[in-house]
């Protein structure tokens, strides 16, 4: 079992900016992918962005060039940095690591954005 840890989120004026950050407590298998989600009441969890020990990223076509993933794999520790900020990225937002057995969630940091 692995648990993820998740800092940053919080209230932010259109055009804003912020960070997440997320990392497990426990030692994982260094080969994995690790991604940030968002869902919104009433919705299903939507993939942001995902990047994988390689570095290899994807973003969600909402939040391309305005957010950007990035991670420390010596602390394997992902970041996702969030620029431009709209009101329409109002949502919680979770942390996921998968390491291609099982698929560790974050406990979720609220973003709002306001306009």
């Known amino acids: 079992q692995v648990t993820l840890i998740q800092s940053g989120g919080g209230l932010v004026q259109a055009g804003g900016t912020l960070r997440l950050s997320c990392g497990p407590l426990?030692?994982?298998?260094?080969?994995?992918?690790m991604a940030w989600y968002r869902q919104t009441p009433g919705k299903q969890r939507e993939l942001v962005a995902e990047?994988?020990?390689?570095?290899?990223?994807h973003y969600a076509n909402a939040v391309k060039d305005r957010f950007t993933i990035y991670r420390d794999n010596a602390k394997n520790t992902v970041h996702l940095q969030m620029n431009s900020l709209k009101p329409e990225d109002t949502a919680t937002y979770y942390c996921?690591?998968?390491?291609?057995?099982?698929?560790?969630w974050g406990q979720g940091t609220q973003v709002t954005v306001s306009s």
């Open positions: 426990e030692s994982i298998f260094s080969d994995n992918t």
């Open positions: 990047i994988t020990s390689d570095g290899s990223t």
């Open positions: 996921l690591l998968d390491d291609y057995r099982y698929r560790y």
